[in-house]
């Protein structure tokens, strides 16, 4: 049996989407984490409805929150920033939760990864957030330039971070380190 790979990064910000009209997030210094996600976060919840992200259901239809928590690296979006000719693209313009830094290719984390913080939280990783135009109609109005709306989701394709669920509830809180366990990876062929 393979050693799963560990890797150590950090906790750049926390953040909450509390409007429900409103795809933007807004920094805590930290967060109660429960088992229905971030604490006063619009995305909180055990299940929620079903969607275009799920089109096996009807649209609707109610299923397990595999979509707690959203997360994105600082490596990514300065690289999705340069792609597009941007100063900047700041984590709560995407709706995130949290900002990590010092995990190589964050996105490309398989499922199952562990993500153990320092106050006793534990994440562990749903998917892939596959990028889309909400956050492109944010920076498009953030820079007055349209043409970002359509071109964000094909900059931030595998560099849009990943969506979590809570394993075990804690704390976490900006500046706090996270220990990465990825699970050993077996390729599935028929």
């Known amino acids: 049996m393979a050693v799963p790979i560990k890797l150590t990064g950090h906790v ?7 409007d429900p009209h409103s795809l933007v997030t807004t920094g805590q210094p930290q967060v109660k984490v429960t088992w229905a996600g971030l604490d006063g976060d619009k ?9 275009g992200r799920t089109p096996h259901y ?3 239809t109610e299923i397990r929150n595999d979509r707690q928590i959203s997360i994105v690296s600082l490596e990514e979006l300065d ?3 340069r792609d597009l000719a941007l100063p900047e693209i700041r984590p709560e313009w995407l ?4 900002l990590l830094s010092g995990v190589p290719r964050l996105t490309q984390l398989p499922p199952s990864t562990r993500l153990f913080f320092s106050q006793g939280a534990v994440l562990l990783v749903e998917h892939e957030n596959n990028p889309c135009t909400g956050p492109g109609r944010v920076l498009a109005d953030q820079f007055a330039r349209a043409d970002l709306e359509t071109l964000f989701p094909k900059a931030a394709f595998h560099k849009r971070g990943l969506v ?3 394993e075990k509830t804690g704390v976490i809180s900006r500046g706090d380190e996270v220990r990465v366990e990825i ?4 390729i599935y062929a028929v």
């Open 95 to 98: 709706g995130a939760n949290l």
């Open 58 to 60: 009807p649209r609707g």
């Open 12 to 18: 750049l910000g926390v953040y909450l989407g509390q």
């Open 183 to 186: 699970p050993e990876q077996i």
């Open 164 to 166: 979590a669920c809570v």
């Open 43 to 51: 995305h909180a919840g055990i299940t929620r409805p079903s969607d």
């Open 79 to 81: 690289q999705v920033a």
